[in-house]
DNA sequence: ATTGGCTTGCAAGATTACTTGCATAGCGTT
DNA sequence: AACGCTATGCAAGTAATCTTGCAAGCCAAT
C-alpha cells in the first residue's frame, strides 16, 4: 500500500501539524526521502516527535520504515539520464545514444515549465472549430507537419499543407476564411513568410496556433496561441524535434479528446482515451 | 567537484576492497545514497570502517558528507515522469501533458536496453559508404523519413525517397546497386513492399538499416542493421515517434562523427561535434 | 469560569550509525 | 626465515537519530 494511500486512510483523523507534514511529503519527496524525522519537522517549525508520531499514525513501525517507503515510492531505481548528466561531464563518442537520451528526457521534464494543459487544450478547441486547418513548416519541422498532418486527417480535418514560395504560397492561402485556422512551425528563426501568412490569417479573422522553440516569445505577429518549449541541443547546436513532437502529440490527444463527435468525455484514462484513437 | 572527479583524482591509491566499493557506487548509485556505511561495505564483504576511510580517502569529511554528495549527483532533484508514474494511478485528463511526457521519457529511459553504441556506429559506418540512400516509410513514419532525408541531404548525402506503389515504387529502386543502402522505417506491422523492397536490396547487394518498434525483430527479411525499441504507448494505442526518432538522430550524430571529411576525430564533446553538424 | 480532551514540546532513554586507535593477518622483499 | 609495510577487522567511544512518558498549553463545550 503505498504512502498516499495510507495517508488517505487516515485522512480524517490528521492533525493540523500532520496535515502541514504530509504536504510537505507530497511537495518535496526527495527532500524528505534523504532527510531526518527532524529535518522534515523543523520545515514546518514542529518537533521531531509529531513526524515520529506520524508516522505510527500512518501504520509504520516507526519513523524509519515511513521514510523507507517514501523512498521507495519516490526514488526511482534506474534513471539514465540523471546518472550520465550529473556525474559525467561531454561524455566521450562511446556514449553518443545515453548522451542523447538524456538530453532529450531533460528538455522533456522541461517542457510543463513553458506550457500547460490549459494552453493545449485552448488551442486544441480553436483547431477543432476549424473548417480547414492549414500547416506552415520550413526546413525540418516540416517532418512534424507531415506528422500532424496525418494525425489530422485521421482525425476526419480538412488540412492543407502549404508547400512552395511566393506566388504558389499565396494561392494557396486565397481560400482561407474566419472559419480557418492555421497551425505553424517555427524554430531557429522566423521562417520566411511566416509574417505575411500570420498577417492573412488576421485579417480574415482566421485563428492561429503556433508550436515553436526558443524564437517563440519574439514572432512578429504573435500568434492567437503560441506553445513553445525549448529544445533538446544547445541554442547554437544540433537540436532535435522531441520537445515540439510532445507538443504536436499533446495537441492531437487533447483533440481527440475535446471532440464532440468521438463521445470522449466517458472515458476515464489516458489509456482508454488513446485507444480510441489512431 | 563530483564524486567521480575525486574517484579518478585518487584511483591510483585505491585499494582492493576500495576499488570494488567504488564499483559498487557506479553500479548501484540510489541504493547506496538512501542506505548506510554499513549496507555498502557489506555488499562486498568488508566492514564498514573501510567504508569510512574511503570517504576520507576521497576527501570528504566523513561518511555522511560522502554520501550526501552521492545524494546529490544521483538522485534527481525533479522528475515528473517519476512522480506521476510511482504516486498516482493513470491521470484524470486534467494531466494530459504530464502523463505524455511521463510515457515520453519512460520509453527513452529504455532505449538503451535494446539499441547500444555499437549498433548505431555499425549502422551509421553502412550508410557512410553508400553512394546513395534509399528512404522507405509508410504510415506516420513518413514524418521520420521527411527528417532523415533532410539531415542526410544536409550532411551531403545523396538520398531518394522512394514513395508511391507498385511500378512506380520498382522504377524508383531501378537505379540501386551493391553501392547504395536502404533505410526502412517498420512500426505497428511490417509495410506493404517491405519484402520486396528488403529482398531487392538483398540481390542487388545493397546494405539494408531498418529502424523499428516492438514489431522489429519479426520483420521478413530480417535487415542487416535492425535498430529498435518498443515506442511510448501501449502496443494497441496511440504511439508517438519519440523513440525512433532519437534512434534516427543517433544515427545521424553518429555519422557526423565517423565521417572522416569532416575532421571530426579531433573533437572531444557531443557539443563540438553537434556545432559542426547542422 | 471551569473542565475535559487533544496536540505538541521536552527530555530522558534507546537505538542506530559511524569513527578511530589498536592489533592482526597477509604479502612482498631481503 | 625474518622483517617491514599495508590493509582491514575489532571494539570502544562518539555522534546522530528516534521513541515515548510526561506535562503544558490551547481550544471547545458546558
Redesign the pocket.
Known amino acids: 500500500m503505498s504512502v498516499l494511500e495510507r495517508v488517505k486512510d487516515v485522512a480524517d483523523s490528521l492533525?493540523?501539524?500532520?496535515q502541514l507534514l504530509i504536504k510537505q511529503v507530497i511537495a518535496s519527496p526527495r527532500d524528505i526521502a534523504l532527510g531526518?524525522?527532524?529535518d522534515l519537522?523543523h520545515r514546518i517549525?514542529?518537533?521531531?516527535?509529531?513526524a515520529?508520531?506520524l508516522?505510527?499514525k500512518l501504520g509504520y513501525p516507526?519513523?524509519?520504515g515511513f521514510?523507507a517507503a517514501i523512498q521507495e515510492e519516490f526514488i526511482v531505481r534506474t534513471d539514465p539520464a540523471t546518472r550520465v548528466r550529473n556525474t559525467l561531464q561531454q561524455t566521450s563518442t562511446a556514449g553518443l545514444l545515453t548522451d542523447l537520451v538524456g538530453r532529450e528526457m531533460e528538455a522533456l521534464a522541461g517542457l510543463e515549465s513553458y506550457v500547460d494543459d490549459g494552453k493545449i487544450i485552448a488551442a486544441a478547441r480553436v483547431l477543432l472549430k476549424a473548417r480547414r486547418i492549414y500547416i506552415f513548416a520550413r526546413g525540418n519541422a516540416e517532418a512534424l507537419a507531415v506528422l500532424i498532418d496525418r494525425r489530422l486527417r485521421r482525425m476526419g480535418r480538412d488540412t492543407v499543407v502549404l508547400e512552395g514560395e511566393g506566388r504558389d504560397l499565396a494561392e494557396q492561402v486565397l481560400g482561407m476564411s474566419a472559419s480557418d485556422s492555421i497551425v505553424g512551425f517555427a524554430f531557429r528563426r522566423q521562417p520566411t513568410h511566416y509574417g505575411p501568412l500570420m498577417n492573412h490569417a488576421r485579417s480574415v479573422g482566421a485563428a492561429s496556433v503556433v508550436i515553436s522553440g526558443s524564437v517563440g516569445p519574439s514572432l512578429v505577429p504573435a500568434a492567437d496561441h503560441l506553445l513553445f518549449a525549448p529544445r533538446a541541443g544547445s541554442q547554437d547546436a544540433f537540436q532535435t524535434l522531441t520537445v515540439p513532437m510532445a507538443i504536436c502529440n499533446g495537441l492531437v490527444l487533447s483533440m481527440a479528446k475535446e471532440d464532440p463527435k468521438a463521445s470522449l468525455q466517458h472515458l476515464e484514462t489516458l489509456g482508454q482515451l488513446i485507444d480510441t484513437f489512431d
Open positions: 492533525t493540523p501539524a500532520e531526518t524525522a527532524s519537522a517549525g514542529v518537533h521531531e516527535a509529531t515520529s508520531r508516522a505510527k516507526n519513523y524509519a521514510r
